[in-house]
């Protein structure tokens, strides 16, 4: 089992910038391929990056040079990086963490983006 808290979420304006942070509590967090989704009303959850344990990151099209994901075993922590924010970043963001059958849910953390 791991548990996971988001945090860093707020009220920024376009072209602003966000960090957002996962801390996780369970399990071998180094074990684990985390990643970030991001969802808005009355829409399917959404992809935005990923980072394997060898840290390998991966992106959205959407979020590409703009976003940056990072991880540090030794605090079981995963970060998201967000800047030159658009008002289509506007979501709740949820930290996931990955091993084999095994998927785990944060409770999300609200972005938005508006002047």
């Known amino acids: 089992q791991v548990q996971l808290v988001e945090s860093g979420g707020g009220l920024v304006q376009p072209g602003g910038s966000l960090r957002l942070s996962c801390a996780a509590s369970g399990s071998i967090f180094s074990r684990y391929v985390m990643a970030w989704y991001h969802q808005v009303p009355g829409k399917q959850r959404e992809f935005v990056a990923t980072i394997t344990t060898a840290g390998i990151t991966i992106y959205a099209d959407s979020v590409k040079g703009r976003f940056t994901i990072s991880r540090d075993n030794a605090k079981s922590a995963v970060y998201l990086q967000m800047n030159s924010l658009k008002p289509e970043d506007t979501a709740v963001y949820y930290c996931?963490?990955?091993?084999?059958?095994?998927?785990?849910w944060g409770q999300g953390t609200q972005v938005t983006v508006s002047s």
């Open positions: 996931n963490a990955k091993l084999y059958s095994e998927s785990y």
